[in-house]
Each structure stands twice: as structure tokens, then as C-alpha cells.
């Protein structure tokens, strides 16, 4: 751990190279007069809108929308199954119909999902009554960017399915509507926060920051409805092509290990009760079971947390990036890349 101690609380940083601008997005965190103890820089921390990703924030009296950021409740399922036996036939396979039964990209359901498999509570909202019925063909839906759906072998040959998905364009939106109000209500009060650093913040005791509270929970509660169902249907393809038993089935749902990585939840650290903003960081608490994917290429782990103080019981939620993804299309070669992973034995 690095100590940076030139900000109003100090920044505590878990990596050897952090690029310019996402150094700069943790002290303008640092510098927030209602930024509490200290802030937590995870290894993979990166650039992001506001704050950083990879970072943890914690605050008294208030909330920011852009400190989790547009896809709020974004996280990674993962779940062993009782396969050992397996070859690329079956691995492409399984595949084909996962790409037949689960929109990726920009792509949602043709038709609505069941209701009943949406989170109960929804909120009195006008945001989320306006985005529902969208939402409802969104539920079981990869998305773009850095989402996916892998098969994994584990130390034992065991294979295992790991997925990396949001909230969509629900997410987004909430994310979008309540970072607006708080602006608003920013610029109306005259408030010392710069509006370039984007880090508008709503006082958690208002209407509005317990709206946004209320809806940044649900799409929470959503990001997971929609990798539970998944999950469900890639474990129902998998039975299919091994011919497993229900009580196969059984396993790997009741194993499925599941871990979000955009979200603000009020936590008790250092004694004191303070909204705990993490932004592509994980919870770690002790023993608490959590997944690290790694990117294209390198290996994934299954964890279990610590509880450092230093880090607000968190830990990093991936790979990281040495690059955005625009610059990776532009500056590696596809094909490449490609050969690179084939020749790793890795199956794209």
C-alpha cells in the first residue's frame, strides 16, 4: 500500500502505476469537504467519469450518482459445475446457443421476460416507471463494452461458467437522470465542489437523495435478476449438452457466486456510519466470497476477503486496463490478438 498525503485526507493506493488522469479524479475525491477518513485505490484502477474506477469513496451526509457511475450494479457471476470431461466440440456447442438464447451487444429480447423474474419493491419512481417496460426485454441481456459469458476450467479440470453484466440502459438512465437533478441543485447552491470534476452530490436526509438511494437499489437488485436469469439458461444449456442430472442442476445454482462492483451502500467504518461508494471495487469484508476476473487470456480468481480497514473492506473487481477500449481498436491488431489466444489454447 502507497500513501499519498499532499490532499485534505490522504489517498491509500494498492498498485506501482496509476495513469495521470485517474490520479487526478482520486485527489479531487480526496479534496471533497464530506470525503471521510481517506480513499482506497484498488490495483486496477483506471480512468473513469468522475471517479475513478477501482476506487472506494466514503462520505458523510451525501450521495454521488457518478461515484458508481451509469452502470450501477454491474458485477460478475460465477458458478463450478460437475464437468470434467469436456473438449472444444462442446465448448462451441454450448456457445452457439448461448449466443441464440442471450442478446449481447446493444441487442435486447424481441419480447418482454417474465415479470415475476423482475426485483419486487419497485420504487415509486418516475424514472424507472418510464424505463420499465424497456427494461423488462433487457432482463437477460449481456450488454457491450467489457461484458461477457466464458467457460472456465478451474485447478482440477473443473469446468465453470463466469459472467460479467449490468443494469443496461436502466442503470444508465437512473444514472443520467439523478446526476442531472443533483447538478441542478448544486449549481443552486452555490457549492464549493467544481462542476468539471463531475462528482455532483445529492444529501442523503432530501427527497432526491433518497430517491436516487431508492432507484440506484432496484437497478442494483435488476443488474442481478438479469445475471441470475442468465446464468439459469446457460446452466440448463450446459445439463443439456452433458446430460446432467436435476441434482447437477441444483449444484450449480445453489453455488452460484455473485458480486456487484458499482454501488453505495451505508457501512459502518472507523466507527462512524458513512455512505461507501465503490466504483469497480468489490466488497471484501472477512470471508466474504468474491470473484476477480481476469481479461481475455489470463487466469480468474475466486477469492475470499480480508476485511482491511485500509481499503474500506474492499478489493479490486478485474483486470484492469493499460488502455480504453478505443484505443485498443485502434492500436491492436484483431486478428492478432486472436492468434495470441489460440495459441494459449483459449477458445474465443
Known amino acids: 500500500m502507497k500513501v499519498i498525503a499532499t490532499e485534505r485526507i490522504p489517498i491509500k493506493m494498492w498498485l506501482d502505476d496509476i495513469e495521470d488522469e485517474a490520479l487526478q479524479q482520486a485527489k479531487n ?67 452457439s446457443k448461448i449466443r441464440e438464447q442471450i442478446p449481447l451487444g446493444f441487442n435486447h429480447h424481441p419480447k418482454p421476460q417474465d415479470e415475476s423474474l423482475m426485483p419486487a419493491n419497485k420504487p415509486i419512481s418516475k424514472i424507472i416507471n418510464e424505463q420499465y417496460e424497456s427494461a423488462l426485454c433487457q432482463l437477460g441481456t449481456m450488454g457491450s463494452s467489457n461484458h461477457f459469458v466464458e467457460f472456465q476450467k478451474d485447478t482440477d479440470h473443473r469446468l465453470w461458467i463466469m459472467l460479467h453484466s449490468g443494469s443496461r440502459n436502466l442503470g444508465n438512465k437512473v444514472a443520467a437522470h439523478h446526476n442531472k437533478i443533483a447538478k441542478a441543485l448544486n449549481d443552486k447552491w452555490f457549492t464549493v465542489v467544481p462542476p468539471e470534476w463531475d462528482l455532483a452530490f445529492l444529501p442523503t436526509d432530501i427527497e432526491e437523495g433518497i430517491s436516487y ?104 473487481h478485474g483486470a484492469g486496463r493499460r488502455m480504453s477500449s478505443s484505443a485498443a481498436v485502434k492500436t491492436l491488431d484483431f486478428d492478432a490478438e486472436v492468434k495470441k489466444l489460440n495459441d494459449q489454447g483459449i477458445i474465443h
Open 213 to 316: 438511494l431508492n432507484d440506484m437499489q432496484y437497478c442494483v437488485a435488476f443488474a442481478y435478476a438479469s445475471r441470475k436469469l442468465m446464468m439459469d439458461r446457460i446452466i440448463n444449456i450446459v445439463a443439456e449438452e452433458f446430460k446432467l442430472t436435476e441434482n447437477d442442476i441444483l449444484a450449480m445454482q445453489m453455488n452460484i457466486i455473485n458480486i456487484a462492483h458499482n454501488y453505495a451502500k451505508m457501512e459502518n467504518h472507523f466507527g462512524q456510519n458513512v455512505m461507501i461508494h465503490r466504483k469497480g471495487a468489490t466488497l471484501a469484508t472477512e470471508n466474504t466470497v468474491g470473484i476477480i476476473p481476469g481479461s481475455g487470456g489470463s487466469k480468474s480468481y475466486i477469492v475470499r476477503g480480508k476485511g482491511d480497514r485500509n481499503s474500506f473492506s474492499s478489493c479490486s
Open 29 to 95: 475525491l480526496a479534496n471533497l469537504p464530506f470525503a471521510f477518513s481517506h480513499i482506497a485505490v484498488m490495483p486496477d484502477c483506471h480512468k473513469g467519469y468522475g471517479m475513478p474506477i477501482g476506487g472506494v469513496l466514503a462520505t458523510k451526509g451525501v450521495v454521488i450518482p457518478f461515484a458508481v457511475g451509469s452502470d450501477i450494479g454491474c458485477g460478475v457471476c460465477a458458478t463450478p459445475t460437475s464437468v470434467l470431461d469436456y473438449d472444444s466440440d462442446n465448448l462451441k456447442r454450448m456457445m
